[in-house]
């Protein structure tokens, strides 16, 4: 058990919207840090240390690498900051560093700058988080990988794409209710999402999450507050799936998740919203497997139910998800967690989750490389 | 007080020897993660989690940024792995994040490939550790911010060149004892140091370390063993020094040193052997002071009196420091705590501290953007 974990409350949270918006990183971070400090209702001033996750890109112009001193300039305080990353899950490692850490009041940000940039350069960049000698040399990007995954899910459990179809129809109705979603107010039709270009069989555009800009912060404190974080694993795999003893099943997830409800004490079924990582369609369908909301290969039931519709009985990625809220690296983690903190306090409008009072989040950096699943709980 | 640290040991270190030979990070990894361990008497299944600490640099031809899940691949466990980072400052900053973690056995590797890389490349590469909008674009990459800080303390306190020779020359006299050195067996004399290529006003060649590949490796425990961390303290301050309220104190060694201290109820006069980060001669200087080795402008007087050296009062980088054991950037900070441990149990030849109970590693980020000051003591 890798808990031992002492008693964590989140006190604010705070995300500037994501979208292709071309501000500095320093400027969304300053953004998601007020916020979160004003929801938390405290002053900068009470901070005891920051953990801070970014991606260290050249996806952007600043060419800054030593991001845990750029937060001390935005915040003007002398305190520890360090940054823990781990590309697309990075948001939940740093969160997972964070609940490890005996200071009192902590703020944990994940902030990047991906959109804007030639495509070429995004994709490059991104797959640096992959394996490079194994399998990006032999053509396998995210989208190749992703979708040998779903073409073997397909040939194993009988799932088709019209699955996938109905996971982005959903996220994206999710995310047209979500001011701080890219896709807001353009809710999309199911005819479009099958009829959108291929990408790799059997992918097409809207299996594919969305490259944004943007900032999301938390503060974590031993000080009760309402949210009380209820249990934080991370777990890790090797880099490369030909490596692994199976394509549909990630084991990260898996161990991540059986130790996170263990901490809890609870089951998925105790679970009443869920953010999940949805890089594509088909992370969404193994998650829910693999997070034990379904059995092995039964999944698309879920969705084919309607159970996780917003109105349905475990609503997944109310926020929209990295499909329609977007994902912007290092953000996605931290996002998910200020998505369950605002839908457990009941704040979230048109998208508001009935009867959410405990909240799981699932964050994966690379293809199933680095998971963190954490248990929100409001008291 | 950043403490409330648990007792905490070391139970085995190893690094590979720094140098430009062009190995694969992983294949540095396996070297220095198989030594520890065996320095250790531990089997891998005996790890309960890792830290690792690399840059994310286009310095080597790996293109890879996921190195928690390639660590997961060396060492084939499904533990917690995670990636902190600082520039320069990355080992210590891994380090301390570790000792704040309640695993049982935690391994903290440092790991990176520099040399060999384009030096326009390096340069920008290197850059990153640093202010891009406010400094760089005026010309003050890193040998050009110490030369200023250099400049400035020179006119404040009356010190010249000539002690920076003598560090310089005391450090390459170390490192030449040192195997794991890039610089094994090939003292410097002062002349040679004295005429070497002008770099930036007062700085020459030997003012500056060297770029090398390499890693480094610590296994950490909550199990007594002869080595105990007595502290462990992480500072962080601006990224550019012009926004700093002096260039001649560096206020996160300060902080961090003093929050050090008192971790460990010990007082500077208790060291008796440190590693500090020289990455230029001016900085180590600094350090004496910011340290508390020495009052405020008087830190020249521990080198022209030989009070630092090998054989003095206060041997100050016995190992050689970054300048002739070598800076592969996030190795560095881990290499110090390798060098202290195998000062403490008295296991370093020819350049071997008289008796050294209690060691001190100073490891900066940056321009002194990120400090770690960590106190290391024989049992």
Redesign the interface.
Same mark, same amino acid.
């Given at each position: 058990m890798?808990s031992?974990?002492e008693s964590r409350y989140i006190r604010g949270v705070g995300m500037t919207k994501f979208g292709v918006e071309d501000r500095s990183t320093m400027s969304f971070s300053q953004e998601a840090i007020s916020k979160a400090l004003a929801d938390a209702d405290m002053k900068v001033g009470e901070l !005891?240390?920051v953990v801070v996750s970014t991606? !260290?890109s050249?996806m952007n112009d600043?060419?800054?690498?030593?991001y &845990?001193?750029?937060?001390?300039?935005i915040i /003007?305080r /002398?305190?520890? =900051? =360090?940054?823990?990353? &781990?590309?697309c899950g990075g948001g939940g490692?740093a969160f997972? %560093?964070a609940c490890?850490? /005996? #200071?009192n009041n902590m703020l944990v940000l994940g902030v990047d700058k991906v959109a804007g940039a030639p495509t070429p350069i995004v994709t490059?960049e991104i797959?640096? &988080? $992959?394996?490079? #000698?194994w399998e990006q040399e032999e053509g396998l990007i995210f989208p190749a990988i992703n979708a040998l995954v779903a073409q073997k899910y397909f040939s194993q459990y009988g799932a088709t794409h019209a699955d996938l179809e109905l996971i982005s129809f959903k996220n994206h109705a999710n995310g047209a209710k979500n001011p701080n979603a890219y896709f807001y107010k353009k809710p999309v039709t199911l005819e479009k999402i099958r009829e959108s270009q291929m990408i790799a069989t059997p992918f097409n555009l809207f299996d594919c999450s969305i490259s944004v800009n943007g900032a999301a912060a938390a503060i974590i404190s031993h000080d009760k507050a309402d949210i009380k974080v209820k249990a934080s694993a991370?777990? +890790? !795999?090797?880099?490369?799936p030909f490596?692994r003893d199976s394509l549909t099943e990630w084991?990260?997830t898996k161990?991540a998740a059986k130790e996170a409800f263990k901490q809890a004490a609870l089951t998925p079924k105790d679970i009443h919203v869920a953010e999940v990582h949805d890089a594509f369609t088909i992370v969404e369908l193994l998650a829910y497997e693999d997070l034990g909301f379904a059995k092995k290969g039964e999944g698309a039931k879920l969705i084919r139910e309607g159970i996780v519709n917003l109105d349905g009985k475990l609503p997944i990625n109310p926020s929209g998800g990295l499909k329609a809220r977007g994902h912007p690296i290092s953000p996605t983690g931290v996002a998910q967690l200020v998505e369950l903190a605002d839908q457990l306090r009941g704040r979230c409008g048109e998208r508001q989750v009935r009867r959410a009072n405990v909240g799981l989040a699932h964050n994966i %950096?690379?293809a199933g $490389? +680095?998971v963190t699943v954490h248990i929100l709980e409001k008291r």
């Open positions: 890798q031992k974990m !005891d240390a991606v !260290d050249k600043e060419r800054q690498r030593h &845990a001193a750029m937060v001390a300039s /003007k /002398k305190i520890p =900051i =360090i940054r823990i990353e &781990a590309v490692a997972w %560093g490890r850490m /005996k #200071f490059q797959m640096h &988080a $992959g394996d490079n #000698f991370l777990h +890790t !795999d090797c880099l490369a490596e084991s990260a161990y %950096g690379g $490389g +680095t």
